[in-house]
């Protein structure tokens, strides 16, 4: 079954620092795809990336960076020069490509807290 | 460009009332639909999906139903409320492609049982 690990509970780091947020997921389709969302404290989940496996380019937005590893079934995302308004709830999803429609298995999420 | 609503934003209810959360969305047509909930400081369960007018699916058995009685509604609804159903409740959609489709959350309705 898909599954989808978020080590980090909490992080905290202080305004300008570069943070890593860790994903690692589990499959056994060989087609997949990957997500990143982010919550902020209003509860809205906005959608952030999105990558299927065929594509392990890893892809840099602004300060959001993504690395995704397949021989280490990971897909990181990295924020450089971390602001207050990146302070938010960070959910990496996996979906499962054998079911004939689009189902996400998200992670439990880490909670990234940048102070002043 | 598309957008989703949710209401009402946050609701108070007693235990065994019912309920009804309602989803709409603009901009796009035959959209995938679904419901997740949210428990306090967890992550995100899927609770019903809609790939069309009337077919709802159930992932999890529980206290709730769902209905799209429009092509671009989706209602969650309870009849008689349990403690255990308060949560954040959270409406997505998607373009219907099957597999690996983006899914746009709307902002939500936070759900207190007392």
């Known amino acids: 079954a898909q599954k989808v690990t978020q080590a980090q509970t909490e992080i905290s780091v202080v305004e300008k620092e570069d943070v890593t947020l860790d994903c690692v997921y589990e499959?056994?389709?060989?087609?997949?795809?990957l997500f990143w969302y982010k919550q902020p404290p209003s509860g809205e989940l906005v959608f952030l990336i999105r990558?299927?496996?065929?594509?392990?380019q890893n892809e840099i937005s602004g300060r959001y960076s993504w690395n995704f590893q397949k021989s280490t079934s990971s897909f990181n995302f990295t924020i450089t020069a971390s602001q207050v308004v990146d302070s938010a709830v960070y959910f990496c999803?996996?979906?499962?490509?054998?079911?004939?429609?689009?189902?996400?298995?998200f992670g439990t999420g880490t909670r990234l807290l940048v102070s002043p | 460009s598309q957008t989703i609503h949710q209401w009402p934003a946050t609701l108070v209810q007693p235990v065994g009332s019912p309920l009804s959360l309602e989803c709409t969305v603009e901009?796009?047509?035959?959209?995938?639909l679904y419901w997740y909930r949210q428990a306090a400081g967890r992550g995100l369960q899927l609770l019903f999906y809609?790939?069309?007018?009337?077919?709802i699916s159930s992932e999890v058995p529980q206290n709730l139903s769902a209905s799209r009685p429009q092509d671009r509604q989706f209602i969650l609804s309870s009849k008689k409320l349990l403690l255990s159903d308060s949560g954040f409740y959270l409406c997505?959609?998607?373009?219907?492609?099957?597999?690996?489709?983006?899914?746009?959350f709307g902002p939500g309705t936070r759900l207190t049982v007392l």
């Open positions: 997505a959609w998607s373009v219907a492609l099957g597999v690996g489709d983006t899914q746009y």
């Open positions: 499959t056994r389709d060989t087609t997949y795809y």
């Open positions: 990558r299927n496996s065929f594509d392990e």
């Open positions: 999803a996996l979906s499962e490509a054998n079911t004939g429609f689009q189902k996400l298995v």
């Open positions: 901009g796009t047509s035959n959209p995938n």
């Open positions: 809609s790939v069309g007018i009337g077919q």
